[in-house]
């Protein structure tokens, strides 16, 4: 009764938890009997303490245990002295954990045992040391065909039909991101009640996608989170989103929200919108939320910086991917200055 769920694809792991609760008997029973653990934190002691443990009122236990995995994941050599005794320590530890492959054989039929984990290397000892012992299943992030028959499968099972182009469209303006995926695959059934779901419905319907992420990595960039706003970077350009539209959207960005400061202090939420020629009020939400977050003086410097961006891929100085990976190193090192 030991799983072990790992990979990138988050969504499909979440969902195949799902089917696992619902396939031990009595929701409400099992509810009272689930229990989630740290797994960076946690010990084989207390683990085998709970698995020991009797449910109440129902005939399974499942204890889900968060990140163990990851913790034994090869880490680089340590090149100061001071951290020259962490191989010993992380060796004892791995080694009492692989205890654990020995217990799981033995653990009572009541108890189930889920590890959850992200990305994990093939040589994960841990992983390694539990293969053999538990139903192991890796999601990869879906790509190609497997993510167009992803969508296929999920439009149909909701009881709509899309086309060809229309699938093409989704999976370029969200990409593999399975849990955004779902949601938009809902608003457009929804939407369509009965009809098919063509390119022009996806169109009206997930158009916010694309301003969403820019909000996204505006956000980032404002809060000086380097490493978030090149992820979402490097999300949006796999997409297939050029350097320069990204440029024209963070740009058009900034300005929304100079002018919902101004706007803010003497209008109504609805001639706000209106003035900002936005038609949804989460996109109205989010602006007036960063208009509220940032400073004018952060927002002019970011401004500036945009527009030199702008003119060195015109001129050819940099490429447009290069010259917006710099232009985010740039503004997320401002920002962290000047707080």
């Known amino acids: 009764m030991l799983y072990i769920l790992y990979g990138e694809d988050d969504f499909s792991l979440h969902q195949n938890l799902k089917e696992i609760k619902q396939s031990l008997g009595d929701p409400e029973l099992l509810a009272a009997n689930i229990t989630i653990l740290d797994g960076q934190q946690l010990t084989f002691r207390q683990l085998k303490n709970l698995c020991d443990t009797v449910p109440f009122l129902s005939p399974r236990r499942l204890i889900i245990v968060e990140g163990l995995l990851k913790r034994f994941e090869p880490q680089p050599k340590a090149k100061s002295r001071s951290r020259q005794a962490a191989p010993e320590l992380k060796a004892r530890e791995i080694a009492e954990w692989q205890a654990f492959s020995n217990y799981s054989q033995q653990m009572s039929d009541t108890s189930v045992v889920i590890l959850i984990d992200g990305k994990l290397s093939k ?7 539990l293969a053999s012992t538990a139903k192991v299943i890796r999601f990869q992030s879906l790509r190609g065909k497997d993510l167009r028959d992803w969508i296929q499968k999920r439009v149909t099972e909701g009881g709509g039909t899309i086309s060809a ?3 093409s469209l989704l999976v370029e303006l969200i990409g593999s991101d399975l849990w955004v995926m779902d949601r938009e695959i809902e608003k457009l059934l929804l939407y369509t009640s009965n009809h098919p779901i063509t390119e022009d419905v996806v169109k009206q319907v997930v158009s916010q996608a694309r301003e969403i992420d820019v909000f996204d990595l505006t956000d980032a960039v404002l809060n000086s989170e380097a490493q978030v706003a090149h992820r979402v970077l490097q999300q949006l350009i796999r997409r297939g989103m050029s350097a320069s539209y990204l440029l024209v959207m963070i740009t058009r960005q900034l300005r929304l929200i100079v002018r919902a400061k101004e ?5 109504p939420r609805p001639q706000v919108r ?3 020629g936005l038609t949804s009020d989460y996109g109205l939400d989010k602006i007036l939320s960063q208009a509220k977050a940032y400073s004018l003086s952060r927002l002019r410097e970011a401004y500036h910086k945009l527009l030199e961006t702008d003119f060195a891929i015109k001129t050819g100085k940099y490429s447009g991917d290069l010259a917006l990976d710099l232009l985010i190193a740039e503004l997320c090192q401002f920002q962290k200055s000047r707080r």
Request: hydrophobic share 50%; charged share 15%.
């Open 165 to 167: 182009g229309a699938i």
């Open 274 to 276: 209106d003035k900002l």
């Open 263 to 267: 706007l803010a202090q003497e209008l």
């Open 123 to 129: 040589n994960n000892p841990l992983l390694q040391a």
